[in-house]
């Protein structure tokens, strides 16, 4: 939800959001290669999304004291659920949709409300409301990435279809999230697009010159005076047909290229949200891990990554050395950690406090050298998955897409800023790994921030 009631609600509004384009170099999310990503600029849009008063719609006329409009509802519903009152909360979310909203009201229940269903466990209800509230109402899809109110809806199905049909774009969702994908595509991949137009270009300037090529060549066939050459005209004709042809499969080509491109963000943006719980048992998304370790996941049956993660034992002190820290992964084993139980708008202040990347002052938090030490001695060699479900579900997509049977048993190895370096089959040998990776203070290390 993350929004106050009317009267400081512009306060807010100004504390919490800035420009979404203002920090791209200065987080990445997990496994994008050093690019900019535009997801986690937007970690605070979420209170922008939903923030309205009288100042900030205009359209909405002056009603007398005690008038029932759909901004009071809005309020009303926000001030119900804080209190842990979700059902009546609800009630007025579909009651503020009822009263001739404006657009900002508008947004605001439709996503209110899709935060309500998602805190009730009914998912379908949450999707549709959030459905209508990026086709219609201008909602951005990063909202849904970073608000923790969201968190257990992220987790079901059918978040992952409404994600699959915001990548995809269209009538029924919007396209707001696929430009998102785009900018960032475009970033990682700064000369696709004048690649396109060249081919695009090209293959226009042939077609055109096969235009004239094809009277002539059927006058060179009829033969008489004045017909051109047979041959010559031939081989023109051919020449021009054959750059279309090819000029139009690279322009298909990048255009494949650009959506493999997108899936693959769209997986790292959400492997960059996973959650972890350190030794010190405080949670943290995966990004802001960024800088300070190098995660080896570990995933498979339980039995073989008990064993991997025994033998790196043997080798704890070299592993260390190089900021190795291990994320065991086993199949099947999709446990529901109290911080799980806690999510939504019903999350105590303290399960809140521990979630990373949302809140008001997160980025100074998050970027001061204060908050950086603690993190780091809070780091250890081992670390636990939270919502482990989340992480299975990442890991099969990641094996489709490279071509791996699901279920089989892999390791994925990150690099300090995300990319990932290696990654295979079985388990890693520990031994090479050592001689593999560079020390954290060597100057190797520092090349890879």
Not at 35 to 47: I, Q
Not at 340 to 357: H, N, R, T, V
């Amino acid at each position: 939800m993350a929004v106050a009631t009317a009267p400081s609600l512009n306060r807010h509004f100004l504390r919490r959001v800035s420009d979404p384009f203002s920090r791209v170099k200065k987080r990445r999310p997990w496994l994008l290669p050093g690019d900019a990503t535009l997801f986690s600029s937007r970690r605070k849009w979420y209170s922008h999304l939903l923030v309205f008063s009288s100042s900030s719609s205009p359209s909405s006329p002056p009603s007398p004291m005690g008038a029932l409009t759909a901004e009071s509802c809005v309020n009303t519903g926000l001030d119900l659920f804080k209190r842990g009152r979700v059902k009546d909360a609800l009630d007025q979310f579909e009651t503020a949709l009822t009263l001739d909203p404006n657009p900002i009201e508008s947004q605001a229940a439709y996503y209110n409300k899709a935060c309500c269903h998602a805190y009730r466990g009914e998912g379908k209800k949450a999707a549709d409301c959030l459905r209508i509230a990026l086709r219609d109402y201008n909602l951005k899809f990063a909202t849904i990435l970073n608000d923790p109110d969201l968190a257990s809806f992220r987790a079901l199905p059918e978040f992952k279809e409404l994600q699959e049909e915001a990548r995809l774009g269209g009538e029924d969702i919007g396209d707001s999230f696929r430009r998102d994908l785009k900018l960032i595509s475009e970033v990682r991949a700064p000369f696709r697009g004048f690649r396109k137009f060249f081919y695009f270009a090209f293959a226009a300037a042939a077609g055109i010159s096969t235009l004239f090529t094809v009277p002539r060549l059927i006058q060179a066939v009829r033969g008489g005076d004045g017909a051109p050459d047979l041959l010559e005209t031939t081989g023109n004709a051919a020449i021009n047909i054959g750059g279309i042809v090819v000029l139009v499969s690279l322009f298909l080509w990048e255009n494949k290229k650009e959506e493999e491109q997108m899936v693959q963000i769209t997986r790292d943006e959400t492997l960059s949200r996973l959650p972890l719980r350190l030794s010190t048992n405080r949670v943290v998304e995966l990004v802001q891990l960024r800088d300070t370790v190098r995660p080896v996941i570990l995933a498979g049956k339980k039995e073989t990554v008990t064993l991997a993660m025994q033998k790196a034992d043997r080798f704890r002190t070299e592993l260390l050395r190089r900021g190795v820290l291990l994320v065991p992964v086993v199949w099947g084993e999709r446990k529901t950690p109290e911080i799980e139980k806690k999510k939504g708008f019903g999350a105590s202040s303290k399960a809140a406090a521990s979630l990373p990347s949302i809140g008001e002052d997160f980025d100074t938090r998050a970027q001061s050298v204060v908050a950086q030490s603690k993190l780091k001695s809070e780091i250890r060699f081992k670390a636990e998955t939270v919502s482990s479900g989340e992480w299975e579900r990442w890991i099969r997509d990641q094996q489709i897409a490279e071509g791996v049977v699901p279920g089989e048993d892999v390791y994925i190895i990150l690099r300090l800023d995300g990319r990932v370096r290696r990654s295979g089959r079985g388990m890693p040998d520990w031994a090479e790994i050592s001689k593999e990776l560079p020390p954290m203070d060597d100057v190797l290390s520092k090349l890879e921030r």
